[in-house]
């Protein structure tokens, strides 16, 4: 494979180097010339006396012979070879002038087999005029056109143009098929490499010629794991050695859209999704692997555009949110205010720092890395923050007719960040609200079982496929029910919510029946007794 020589080179994955010690002559001369040797000792071993034809044909084998193992091959042409098939042939031709006979006629065959295998359609004429001229001829010269003997010669000399046909034939078809696979393979717009056990590139196709062009200018050694222009989905980070995708499947690992940028002129780098696959042989044992690269620069390029528009977004709301946020608690500090308008503003208050909270989460998702959660934690009253998020989506459920319950302790106490844990009950309060037809059901439950407080939200909506429910934690997921039927959001309510329960080192589950309904599932440890901290869950009762 060329890889080594240029950074550019590719060859075709259906061709993984096979030895074929039957292409040097020097070898598969030495094959002929042991069976030479065998019918000559059989035939010197028999009681009928050989006459002087053995001995010359094994004279000139002697000088053939010599001549294979000595000749520089490779700097000769390619039809060199010829001469040495034909030179056996004509000592066939010799060993068959010997009346006791034996059985080197049979050993056409092998100048045929050569011949064919490596010239194909010449290699069979060759075969044929090679077998007519230097043994059919003379062997029916020399002893006459009797019966037996035509019979004899004429059918070795057949059966050697038929061994030599058919494995022309077999040869071509083969050889169509490797050029079909590779021009296949060479014209996906997907990079592949084959390794074998050692890590070694055995093939690469045109396209990753082109990808290991950017990210190895000076070239590749051919090998896993050469460090060179490659960078992590940051496109800044250079990858190490032990982390370039081909080390990685090197050592067996199998993987997914593992992203790279390679090159670092930013007008041509590509961003490459890598996936690996193990090859293994016929007794299941690691023999290899197969990577494919996809190029994903466009939508690469895209994600980030999309965060820096949502960042300039979420920017420009925050000051005007800042006002209206300002200005509402300067309200409230009046004294003359009516108790309804008081509660009213304040209602304001809590939904403009939602709102602030929201932008704030936009931006944080946003960023390409995502930084752990700034967390506040104070001992909360955790009970009072779950009515409250029920309260706040009381109107909700109202417009939208869905029934909602809530079942608390009186005071449930655990050192928390309350605008966090209020914002994941928020969203998973309202996003069970948003999912449910009219006339539903949505309860929220908060208790202890025995080593962790559980929030429940359970609702009797839609319902999720089991095939959405492992990415609904992800940015920007949202289910075909959603989009179908023009729910609004934007997929990030879940994923704040899961990084919030898990800055608390707690867990979300979800469990759900399409067209029955979901229930989502926090669950937050206590605090260890021997922390000695206070845990205060008092009269279990309940509020709407
Ligand atoms: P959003 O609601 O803004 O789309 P979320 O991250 O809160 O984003 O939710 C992601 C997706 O999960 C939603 O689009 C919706 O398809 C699905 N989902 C979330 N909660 C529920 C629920 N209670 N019932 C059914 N589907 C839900």
């Known amino acids: 494979m060329a890889v080594g020589e240029s950074a550019g080179g590719h060859g075709d994955l259906t061709t993984a180097p096979a030895p074929d010690v039957f292409a040097r002559p020097g070898v598969a001369q030495s094959l002929c010339t042991a069976l030479f040797a065998l019918d000559l000792v059989l035939r010197f071993s028999g009681p009928a006396e050989s006459g002087p034809w053995p001995r010359a044909g094994a004279g000139l084998l002697v000088v053939v012979t010599v001549a294979a193992l000595a000749l520089p091959w490779r700097r000769l042409p390619a039809w060199a070879p010829v001469v040495l098939a034909l030179c056996d042939l004509a000592i066939i031709g010799v060993f068959r002038l010997d009346p006791v006979g034996g059985g080197s006629a049979v050993l056409m065959v092998l100048p045929g087999l050569y011949l064919g295998r490596y010239h194909g359609r010449r290699g069979v004429i060759t075969t044929s005029l090679g077998t007519t001229l230097f043994v059919a001829v003379p062997s029916l010269a020399y002893f006459g056109w009797d019966g037996p003997n035509v019979s004899r010669i004429l059918l070795s000399v057949l059966v050697a143009i038929a061994a030599s046909l058919a494995i022309a034939s077999a040869v071509s078809r083969l050889e169509r098929q490797r050029r079909v696979s590779a021009a296949i393979v060479d014209s996906v717009d997907v990079g592949l490499v084959l390794l074998d056990d050692e890590g070694v590139y055995q093939a690469v196709n045109r396209r990753h010629g082109d990808f290991m062009g950017l990210a190895y200018p000076e070239g590749h050694a051919g090998r896993a794991g050469q460090l060179g222009l490659v960078y992590s989905a940051d496109g800044t980070s250079e990858v190490t050695t032990t982390d370039m995708p081909t080390a990685l499947a090197a050592r067996g690992e199998e993987f997914d859209d593992v992203r790279i940028w390679v090159g670092d002129d930013p007008l041509t780098r590509r961003a490459l999704s890598v996936s690996a696959r193990v090859v293994r042989d016929s007794g299941g044992r690691f023999d290899g692997a197969a990577l494919a690269y996809k190029d994903v620069t466009d939508f690469m390029r895209a994600l980030s555009v999309k965060d820096e528009f949502v960042s300039s977004v979420s920017h420009e709301l925050r000051t005007p949110l800042t006002s209206i946020h300002g200005y509402t608690q300067l309200l409230l500090e009046r004294d003359d ?88 009950v928020d969203n998973l309060v309202s996003n069970a609200i948003k999912y449910t037809p009219r006339g539903g059901e949505v309860a929220v439950e908060l208790g202890i079982d025995a080593n962790r407080v559980e929030i429940t939200v359970r609702d009797t909506g839609v319902g999720i496929d089991a095939a959405d429910r492992d990415r609904l934690f992800t940015r920007f997921f949202r289910a075909r029910h959603a989009e179908e039927q023009s729910i609004q959001g934007v997929g990030l309510g879940l994923n704040i919510t899961r990084s919030i329960v898990e800055g608390h080192a707690g867990r979300i589950d979800v469990e759900s029946e399409v067209g029955r309904g979901s229930t989502f599932r926090v669950r937050l440890p206590l605090p260890g007794k021997a922390a000695g901290e206070p845990v205060g869950a008092e009269v279990p009762g309940s509020g709407d």
């Open 337 to 424: 205010l009516p108790a309804e308008v008081r509660s009213q503003l304040a209602v304001v208050v809590r939904n403009t720092e939602r709102l602030q909270r929201l932008v704030g989460d936009l931006l944080h998702t946003s960023r390409a890395e995502e930084d752990a959660l700034d967390l506040q934690r104070r001992e909360t009253d955790l009970a009072e923050v779950v009515r409250q998020a029920v309260q706040a989506a009381e109107p909700a459920a109202r417009e939208n007719d869905v029934r909602l319950e809530v079942r608390t302790p009186e005071r449930l106490v655990l050192k928390v960040d309350a605008q966090r844990i209020a914002q994941a």
